[in-house]
């Protein structure tokens, strides 16, 4: 028999259709999957279980769902101030270049251990040398939907051969935990040709497609420069969009291209500390979710954020919102909390498995301990409080527990799986090394 796992005395946000919150909760967990969600004293009196987990001041939640990501982390806090295009070609490509299948598990291992810590259980990760993301992703014990970042027209990107390669061998692994869709770059170097050619593939695969649109005005000008198209129209064009599609960034749309992404059913990755950081402005995130685009949350990567604490990034995506808009009302806690958990599980077709704390859903559970003064005082009824701490107060270091398929992967802010102490210095050693042989492939 699956072994029971009892979550007791929880506070519980639950996510589900209703958006229940139990004050004092149970949760129990039978093998990979969420047998039962309640009160406490009515939920434990039916189960004996193999472990009880006492979450006395403690929200147990959906895990969040990191919807773009990338496993990059060599170059944090290298080529800081740069603008996007300048970064691209001093740092991150030439970088690229320079790894190895070993530094991309390095990479990948220290990304994912960060974003365990931080509550993240899902990456739509766009990386590199993918059968190393997935082994990471493996010995970790995080769910990952990974793609290339390919392209066409710039030496040393992968390929989508590359991309098709690891869709055969590791799409499925780790019980069903890794799943591979094709990436695209960004559209300044990429052909038509290639950006038709990554359709086919994903239908011939029944798979997604996961690209950067609209990220800079700078991508904007090009792309209408080279194909007299902006980059939304061009993926129209060329059949990218749909509703198998996630489109990160989406921050210098037209009127014309919001309607195009809501026509497709075209998923958009909203990044907004990324964005703010990197000088390329606020997304019109208010006006897409207000008619009806499912939009969820990425940190994009270390370089461009710093971190991938994901609590962060529901801060910043409504207060800039309310900034911009003038408007205090709009993205209120729930709706962020919404984005990072539910619609980002619905982006990647796993909103019947993740994303919600219910029966039947697989168990991506997370622990946030209360019990600090930052998060306290915790309210109920009228003056309920939680999701507001969640989101406009809490960090990644909050994290105390993290369960993924209703495996232990963090107790008590420890990760169980991997030497975390072993995965800084392995990183450090390789990011050392692959920063200084980048130069080798900068543009003369």
């Not at 999701?387 to 105390?400: E, P, S």
């Amino acid at each position: 028999m699956p072994e029971k796992t009892i979550f007791e005395h929880a506070t519980i946000v639950t996510m589900d259709s209703e958006r229940r919150i139990f004050e004092d909760g149970a949760v129990v967990v039978e093998g990979k999957r969420i047998l039962q969600v309640g009160d406490n004293d009515v939920i434990k009196k039916g189960h004996k279980a193999d472990h009880i987990i006492d979450s006395r001041r403690k929200v147990l939640l959906p895990g969040l769902v990191s919807l773009h990501f990338h496993s990059d982390n060599f170059s944090r806090g290298v080529g800081e101030h740069m603008g996007l295009e300048e970064w691209l070609d001093t740092i991150y490509y030439p970088m690229l270049r320079a790894m190895t299948p070993e530094d991309s598990y390095w990479a990948a291992m220290l990304a994912y251990a960060e974003a365990v810590r931080g509550g993240t259980t899902c990456v739509n990760d766009m990386y590199r040398h993918l059968g190393s993301c997935a082994k990471a992703a493996e010995a970790v014990g995080l769910r990952a939907v990974l793609s290339s970042e390919a392209a066409d027209l710039i030496e040393g990107q992968e390929t989508l051969k590359d991309n098709e390669n690891a869709f055969r061998d590791i799409d499925g692994k780790a019980d069903g935990r890794i799943r591979v869709w094709f990436g695209v770059e960004w559209i300044p170097v990429c052909s038509k040709e290639f950006l038709a050619e990554t359709r086919e593939l994903a239908d011939r695969y029944h798979t997604g497609i996961h690209i950067h649109l609209n990220e800079s005005k700078a991508e904007v000008e090009l792309s209408s420069k080279k194909y007299g198209l902006r980059p939304v129209e061009l993926a129209y064009d060329q059949g990218v969009l749909g509703s198998d599609c996630v489109a990160a960034h989406c921050v210098w749309l037209s009127d014309k291209e919001i309607k195009l992404l809501k026509d497709t059913r075209t998923h958009v990755a909203h990044c907004p500390v990324s964005n703010a950081k990197l000088g390329n402005g606020v997304a019109r995130t208010y006006e897409m979710v207000k008619i009806g685009i499912n939009v969820g949350l990425g940190p994009d990567d270390a370089p461009c954020n710093n971190n991938v604490d994901m609590f962060e990034t529901m801060k910043y995506a409504s207060l800039f919102q309310k900034a911009t808009l003038m408007d205090a009302s709009v993205l209120p806690a729930a709706k962020v909390l919404e984005m990072a958990t539910h619609n980002g599980a619905r982006a990647l077709g796993l909103e019947n498995q993740i994303g919600r704390i219910e029966s039947g859903m697989k168990a991506d559970i997370i622990l946030v301990d209360m019990n600090t003064p930052r998060l306290t005082p915790v309210h109920f009824g009228d003056n309920l409080n939680v999701i507001q701490h969640l989101v406009y107060a809490a960090h990644g270091d909050d994290v105390d527990t993290v369960m993924i398929d209703g495996r232990m992967v963090m107790k008590e802010r420890k990760l169980v799986a991997v030497d975390e102490q072993e995965v800084i210095d392995k990183a450090t050693q390789a990011s050392r090394r692959v920063i200084e042989e980048r130069k080798k492939y900068l543009k003369k």
